[in-house]
RNA sequence: GCCAAUGUAGCUCAGUUGGCCAGAGCAGCUGAUUUGUAAUCAGCUGGUCGGGGGUUCGAAUCCCUCCAUUGGCUCCA
């Protein structure tokens, strides 16, 4: 007998070889039949794996991301077999489960393989599945795992095989489809009953663009139709949110083909909008001690060589601008940092005036590539919300926690509750794509890490994504299909001070070398105002959105009565307009719900004869009447909530 | 840049075994209506069917190419 210890401490006996589906039986019938992979002593298991000695152990279940995992990398062998029936030549690479669903990377030889075909891939995949084809693992030695997949020719498989260490290799088979991998999976395929093959892409083999490319198909997979028909419900809810169409609804950006793919163009509405962010944020910056600066839109060339991006980007990015004669070379400004190096060079500087914090709304252009591009959140030139801090090395960890300060600010502001953070250290068997000294790198490196600490963000690490001259905290938000975005970013830099030979004089009357912090809370106007709309559908908070109020007519009679109101409206700085069409209330009404005008003034004969408004509010219906002026007060307030749970 | 798909009026979309002057709803314009809490009625305007080339007696429809967009991959200072 073996004693299984159970999460919540109990402990069982089970004779030796039990597996996990005989222990959720044992447990309860409605468990066995939910069940879909275990822990064993903090390792994920097959339920049909036999135990053999004592062990503590987790069941998981659908709700559990092991239990989803288990069912969702299942169902990837499954596509792979429904694949293998169709199509017999294919060969795979890898399948596994992702955030939401799976994929499987094959390759079809010459033959392409469009989503038309997918329906009758998910058709052959349900069949399969209602065949209950048991998973079967099995431990085999490298040599015959090489032997194996070599005479099927499936390279992709031996390539992976020979990079695996020595020893024991497990297979999983299930009917006539044998799979490379770790497991775990469901006891059979029967649990698999609804399908829906999502979309096909091309991958690169192993990540890499000089490999060749694979065909990727995405699914998703479910125990029930169910929950099939609810994720693709809201797929469809998603796609209502995204920011292409409600820009385009709410009048906000556009793009032309004619001006260039990539470029986007704000429309009065958008402009406003990011008008009032950019003003948002300068306010909350002068409470901290920042300096606005503008700097041009273009820099010599040298300017970049001096800063390194030349080197590394100049290849990648849009190129020079020459001049007719005199053969001089400019370039788009990818970034504002060696333009605000240049501003701190003006005049020498002493240690009593640091921290220096230059601020701009900077434009910045930077050659993405064409397949890149998406809306708002991808684009060839944008606005950074940026800002260089020039400080001693002593100042540099106080100066990083306040601008994480300002980024929780922003973020609290406009509820943005689920983000993540993440520390981009340099990677360190790589070194050569960075510049700067190994010194400096540990010194930026152990800066963020402690800041990050001591402000208590559950962070995590990512080796090789920091930026070439420095590592960075990034905060990452996802849109409304769950993509994520990186936006907010904060930068330690103690290689461009060097490079730009940038010196403040110290206490002791010698020269010393600043450090610089690189930061952009909304990251770019562009991504932020994107996944804002996304987060919010539209209905923006009341102090950022274009316009706050519409005073609609009941009929032309009262034309008169609402421009005063308007006129009012205005004198209390309250952003708003009149609807003076001729057209049924109820029809104003709906145009301007849709147009998520939070406050809807109705104003008719009762109104002008009592001199109030009828209110309405914006998804919520009607407020009653009121003058203007207790209408002023009480947007004013609604204002002030929103704005006030912030305390810098 | 790569793989796959899409592109018909300002917007959403019909229209493919190739065949009468290419359709609808909404928006816009004109007129009627003077309206009380999510769509008033009528008339009209609007498209070189993404651009170019080809096949054909005939192309929105088939082929080629370019452009743009979408979903991914790679990249992201």
Request: with cysteine.
């Amino acid at each position: 007998m073996i004693k299984i210890t159970l999460p919540d401490g109990s402990v069982r006996e089970y004779d030796k070889g039990t597996t996990g589906l005989d222990i959720a039986k044992s447990i309860s019938e409605g468990l066995a039949r939910n069940v879909l992979s275990i822990s064993v002593n903090g390792d994920l298991w097959d339920l049909s794996r036999p135990i053999h000695s004592d062990a503590s152990i987790v069941l998981h279940k659908w709700e559990n991301e092991e239990g989803k995992h288990a069912f969702w990398h299942s169902s990837a062998h499954l596509l792979a077999q429904a694949l293998q029936e169709l199509y017999p030549q294919v060969k795979f690479g890898i399948g596994p489960a992702i955030e939401s669903g799976f994929y499987y990377d094959v390759d079809f030889g010459d033959k392409t393989i469009s989503e038309t075909e997918l329906p009758a891939i998910e058709k052959k995949m349900k069949d399969l599945a209602s065949q209950k084809f048991d998973y079967i693992r099995e431990d085999i030695s490298k040599e015959e795992a090489l032997t194996y997949f070599g005479k099927k020719n499936e390279n992709y498989k031996t390539e992976l095989i020979s990079e695996l260490e020595d020893g024991t290799i497990t297979l999983y088979k299930q009917g006539n489809f044998t799979d490379l991998c770790r497991g775990p999976h469901l006891p059979d395929t029967s649990s698999i009953k609804a399908v829906k093959l999502l979309s096909v892409a091309g991958a690169y083999w192993r990540g890499d663009e000089r490999r060749k490319q694979l065909t990727r198909i995405y699914g998703i997979t479910f125990p029930k139709q169910n929950l099939l028909d609810e994720y693709l419900v809201f797929l469809e809810e998603a796609k209502k949110r995204d920011h292409r169409k409600i820009g385009k609804e709410l009048e906000l950006f556009t793009f032309s083909a004619k001006v260039g793919m990539g470029l986007p163009l704000w429309l009065p509405k958008g402009a406003m909008l990011r008008e009032r962010l950019e003003n948002f944020l300068k306010k909350v910056q002068k409470q901290y001690g920042y300096q606005q600066v503008v700097t041009p839109h273009i820099g010599q060339k040298e300017l970049y060589v001096t800063s390194g991006h030349y080197a590394k980007y100049g290849k990648d990015s849009f190129q020079p601008i020459t001049t007719p004669a005199e053969g001089e070379e400019f370039l788009l400004k990818p970034m504002n940092c060696p333009h605000h190096c240049e501003i701190y060079k003006d005049k020498p500087h002493s240690y009593k005036e640091l921290p220096l914090r230059y601020a701009e709304f900077g434009t910045v252009y930077r050659y993405e590539q064409s397949g890149e591009l998406h809306g708002l959140t991808r684009v060839r030139g944008f606005t950074q919300d940026d800002a260089h801090i020039f400080c001693t090395p002593d100042q540099l960890k106080d100066e990083f926690k306040k601008v994480i300060d300002i980024i929780l600010y922003i973020f609290k502001t406009l509820d943005f509750k689920n983000f993540t953070t993440q520390v981009s250290l340099r990677d360190p068997n790589n070194t050569e794509k960075y510049i700067g000294s190994d010194e400096n790198w540990k010194k930026a490196e152990d800066a963020i890490i402690e800041a990050v600490s001591e402000k208590g963000l559950d962070f995590v690490v990512e080796t090789g994504e920091a930026a070439f001259y420095g590592p960075k905290l990034d905060f990452m938000v996802k849109d409304a299909l769950g993509r994520k975005w990186q936006l907010g970013t904060i930068q330690v830099d103690y290689n461009l001070p060097e490079r730009f030979e940038l010196e403040y004089v110290g206490a002791d009357n010698q020269k010393h070398r600043p450090v610089m912090i690189h930061r952009a809370p909304f990251g770019s106007m562009e991504r932020f105002v994107a996944v804002l709309i996304e987060h919010t559908a539209g209905k923006f908070p009341l102090w950022l959105t274009p316009d706050q109020a519409v005073v609609m007519t009941i009929s032309e009679k009262y034309d008169d009565y609402a421009k005063k109101v308007l006129n009012l409206l205005n004198n209390y700085d309250i952003r708003s307009f009149v609807d003076d069409r001729s057209e049924k209330i109820g029809r104003k009404i709906r145009d301007n719900e849709l147009k998520r005008i939070p406050y809807l003034l109705i104003v008719g004969e009762k109104e002008e004869e009592t001199g109030t408004i009828s209110v309405r509010r914006q998804g919520e219906g009607d407020k009653g009447s009121m003058t203007v002026e207790e209408f002023v007060t009480f947007l004013n307030e609604e204002v002030k909530r929103e704005l006030e749970n912030i305390n810098i």
